[in-house]
């Protein structure tokens, strides 16, 4: 967890080093980011309800993109909601719904509204969702969104090669899952996406804590580490029946059978206890392992545990945003947000 | 991934499995990939091809034929849908265009543990194929090169003919691109209009 001084390898870092997320893991303080799925409605209020358990908890919450390609309020919209609450959007966008026009475009827009942090993804496939008979667009993958937006970024430049006239600035995020097939490959995948452009990176769910050690050192032999900050995702697994979905359902998670033990083994009001437990115990296991710069804290549905989990995970509440995040203008250039800064963090 | 993590649990329910034929499914090539590099070897241009190339595209019905030839081959074999912009020398001859979501770089996060396809849990994940065929014979590296976003306009053609008129040069880096930060823009033109304009075969 040493803040290496080169972090982001680009040198983009806001020079007022406003961005929580980004100042944290420059700093290289221990970043905390949860996620809230936006509402399936027009609520303007509901991202703000969500949030306000997690004030004070964490540096920075991901807004989904239609998760599990299940329609909801947008990223950017449900970002936007966040700002005006006072609490750092990571804005996931995924290529399923767009094509590399929408994409470039919701992506310049997201940082002429204030998001300070993008998370780039391929998103899943439109089959498992709500409507299954969607067409899905994949015209480019993630690591092709990830270098775009690089490119963007530094270059000035939109993928046809035409000049931006101001550059965007967002901090780039990637996803990754150490733990899905083929494994040796994975470190090398994240490699490429560090190439095209990943400042951060937050994994799936890490119950195996063995393997994804694994799969850090491989992260550290290709020095990965020192150009892409590693947030490891962890989840409590709150009920038996979740941990039934989980194991058979959810693509890519791996619960070792170690862990199901414990939460079958005991009585079956303390379940949700016990998988806090765990889950508070990854969180220390993790942080321990050299190159993992925070945790990226998933409880859909039950956004008010992350306190819970943080706390156990020994991490104090951020009484206040990093030192130089506490300009009272708060996170930088939000200030086409509705609702205003009114709700800033403290 | 954290968009996997909020799966409903209707995801695997097997009376939602049916359908989405037109969607790309995996393939696995039924070509051992010690053979298919060797066959790579017999295309690799050279001023016969050259010429073959020009010809053909300066003759409609021909190049019309030939394409038809390289469909019903590939389509046998690997799966081909004819992107015209053909990366199988560099993904373990496994067509990463037979993803379900089309990606050129490497696996989703959604693969199964037993290596499945996370759209059709019932077939194999063609990335995990093509790191096993590529594995089998070093070729891993190839992997790890950036693949550049498809030209879409491309569809349909021969990738043959493009590869053969130099036109395929710059679908992946040359390197793993981690050392310097390399270009996503292919050099342009790299595909001349005519070309283009000729129709679809």
């Known amino acids: 967890m040493t803040g290496a001084p080169g972090w982001p390898p680009n040198g983009s870092a806001d020079p007022a080093g406003r961005p929580v997320l980004r100042s944290r893991l420059a700093a290289g303080e221990v970043a905390v980011t949860a996620e809230i799925g936006p509402p399936r409605g027009a609520d303007p209020d509901a991202i703000g309800r969500k949030l306000e358990p997690l004030r004070g908890w964490v540096d920075a919450v991901n807004v989904t993109d239609n998760q599990s390609a299940f329609v909801r309020m947008s990223s950017w919209g449900g970002s936007l909601l966040a700002l005006a609450a006072g609490v750092e959007p990571v804005m996931q966008l995924t290529c399923r719904d767009r094509n590399r026009i929408a994409l470039q475009s919701d992506l310049l827009s997201a940082s002429a509204l204030g998001i300070p942090n993008v998370l780039l993804m391929t998103g899943d496939h439109p089959r498992f969702g709500d409507h299954p008979g969607a067409q899905p667009v994949f015209d480019i993958d993630s690591t092709q969104l990830l270098w775009t937006a690089r490119t963007m970024r530094d270059e000035g430049r939109l993928m046809s090669g035409r000049r931006l006239d101001p550059p965007p600035s967002w901090l780039i995020g990637a996803v990754e899952n150490p733990f899905a097939p083929p494994t040796r490959f994975r470190a090398a995948r994240l490699g490429k996406k560090v190439a095209a452009g990943a400042e951060f990176v937050q994994t799936q769910y890490v119950f195996d804590v063995a393997a994804f050690a694994q799969w850090m050192a491989e992260i550290r032999d290709l020095g990965l580490d020192q150009r892409c900050r590693v947030l490891a995702g962890i989840g409590p697994i709150r009920s038996l029946r979740a941990l039934q979905h989980m194991r058979a359902n959810v693509p890519g998670v791996y619960v070792p059978d170690e862990i199901a033990r414990r939460l079958t083994g005991g009585p079956a009001d303390r379940v949700a206890d016990e998988g806090l437990r765990i889950c508070a115990e990854i969180a220390q296991q993790v942080l321990a392992i050299p190159g993992v710069s925070g945790i990226h804290v998933m409880v859909p549905g039950a956004e008010q545990v992350v306190p819970e989990i943080v706390r156990a995970a020994g991490i104090p509440r951020r009484q206040e945003p990093p030192p130089t995040a506490a300009a009272p203008d708060g996170s930088g250039r939000a200030t086409g947000a509705p609702g205003g800064r009114s709700g800033r963090a403290h | ?201």
């Open chain 2, 1 to 201: 991934m954290t968009n996997a993590g909020n799966a409903p649990a209707a995801r695997r329910r097997p009376g939602r499995r049916a359908s989405a034929a037109a969607w790309p499914r995996p393939r696995r090539p039924w070509l051992p990939p010690g053979l298919t590099y060797r066959v790579q070897g017999l295309l690799v241009p050279n001023r016969f091809y050259h010429w073959l190339a020009r010809r053909l595209e300066a003759f409609p019905a021909a190049y019309w034929l030939f394409t038809a030839g390289e469909k019903t081959a590939k389509s046998a074999i690997f799966g081909c849908r004819m992107c015209g912009q053909c990366a199988l020398p560099v993904t373990g001859y496994a067509c990463p265009q037979t993803c379900p979501k089309q990606l050129r770089n490497g696996p989703c996060g959604g693969v199964g543990m037993d290596g499945s396809c996370e759209v059709y849990p019932d077939v194999r994940c063609v990335w995990v194929a093509a790191y096993e065929r590529a594995e089998r014979h070093g070729r891993t590296a190839d992997l790890r090169l950036l693949q550049r976003p498809l030209d879409h306009r491309r569809w349909g053609r021969s990738s043959w003919v493009n590869y053969w008129q130099g036109r395929d040069g710059e679908l992946w880096t040359a390197n793993d691109g981690l050392a310097a930060a390399p270009e996503i823009s292919r050099p342009v033109p790299s595909v001349p209009a005519a070309s283009l304009a000729a129709g679809e075969p």
